[in-house]
């Protein structure tokens, strides 16, 4: 667990935002689009607000969405080095 949160502790190169979006998408806790539209069906509109290519889920955000590339590399970075 302790190596979980180390990017937060040893990165300066993220933006708070960044750091906002991470934080919560690690503990699964994120209100996306995906689950607004699919489960609480508050919205129609299930797509990925950054990409606007897939759903919006978690997995979707930390691994697969395009727009989120740049900051994944530099939490890559920032945890193998």
Avoid at 19 to 47: F, S, V, Y
């Amino acid at each position: 667990m302790e190596n979980t949160y180390r990017w937060m502790q040893e990165s300066t190169a993220l933006k708070i935002e960044t750091e906002a979006l991470i934080t919560p998408a690690q503990d699964q806790a994120l209100d996306t689009k995906g689950h607004k539209a699919k489960m609480l069906h508050t919205t129609n509109d299930p797509k990925c607000r950054m990409c606007k290519e897939k759903d919006e889920t978690v997995a979707h955000i930390v691994s697969a969405c395009p727009k989120m590339r740049a900051p994944r590399k530099l939490v890559q970075d920032k945890t193998t080095t």
